[in-house]
């Protein structure tokens, strides 16, 4: 009989058996690291203009080896500006997973824990913000704060909270009733205790899946914003603000829409299949 494998030996085993979630990883730490790095990798700055290099095209275009992905219509380094947008879009992404996850977990702990009234008015009120629209959702938010890249991140963050919410509240229930929780109970642990010690981290695994997931939903949810003025607001370089300055140049131009667009959806695939590997590798059942 085999030994059994450390738990981290065990998930990276499990995990590594998709093939697309290891592509996924890839993909992600490339473009973190090309986010880390953007000052370093990019060859101007974000908002450096050349004003005689207006909308060139992309080297493989017939453009010059100085702009390799080409210029905007003001003259701006389109490879810089992707390259910065990296940052803020991630930025984005991990800001929104950090705010939605910390109050929709503490949320979802309440609800499940306590039951009854509180658990029945917490999930009234997930229900009416889930049954919105969540792009209608964020747009009323964003009018509500004004438009800029910080509200964007909170009205973002306000549309994925529920989903937390119900995700931890069922653990939660499932949870609580267990032997291990009825002990701590019994030899007289805190609530808190009981919450954050015992519940908790056997509650971290769906959480992880939904976050990973949650990163692709901010970023495009926040790309959207951007592309609707109500996001970051330019000069800001994020790929959503990129894509509607480049609106108007959509047929003269398309390399200004499609590159942005390219990231966007890399990186929002990447996070897709990382997150469907992360829920395969800590699927109790796809492991046997």
Known sequence: MSKPLPPLKEFWYFFRQNRGA?????????????AIFAPFLAPYTESQMFPDALKLPPVWSGGTADFIAGTDDVGRDLLSRLIYGARISLGIGFMVVLFSMSIGASIGLIAGYAGGFIDGAIMRGV????????????IVVVSILGPNLFNAIVAVSIVAIPGFVRLVRASVRSEKSKQYVIASKSYGASHFRVLVKNILPNCMAPLIVQGALGFSDGILNAAALGFLGLGAQPPTAEWGTMLADARPFIESSPWLVTLPGLCILIVVLGFNLLGDGLRDAFDPRLKK
């Not at 290891?22 to 090309?34: A, E, K, M, S, Y």
Request: zero cysteines; hydrophobic letters at 80%; glycine letters at 8%.
């Open 22 to 34: 290891v592509i996924g990883l890839w993909v992600i730490g490339l473009f973190l690291l090309i």
């Open 127 to 138: 229900d009416i913000l889930m049954a919105l629209p969540s792009i209608l959702l964020a």
